[in-house]
């Protein structure tokens, strides 16, 4: 089990409960959301992400890694908590 804030992780079962209640996530969601618990407080570059999650290891442009962002923000209420740094990535703050 993982705990963040509202959020809780059940890893085996691979479910996400925030404040009590189930929320659906696909599975590029729930392994987007491990990545980022996993490294709390770290800035991870977009290129990393997506070699992390989806396993692309050429250099690629696309806005994946931002749309499945925002989703996680919406989904988990991490509007505040999700950050954007500027030129490097995305954090969780711990």
Do not use: C, N
């Amino acid at each position: 089990m993982i705990h963040y804030k509202d959020i809780l992780v059940d890893t085996a079962a691979q479910r996400v409960w925030r404040q009590g209640e189930e929320v659906h996530m696909t599975r590029t969601e729930y392994r987007l959301l491990l990545v980022l618990l996993g490294g709390s407080g770290r800035v991870f570059s977009r290129e990393e992400l997506l070699y992390r999650v989806w396993g692309v290891t050429v250099p690629l442009r696309t806005r994946t890694v931002d749309i499945h962002i925002a989703r996680l923000r919406r989904k988990l209420g991490l509007r505040g908590e999700l950050r954007a740094v500027m030129r490097k990535g995305y954090a969780l703050k711990r």
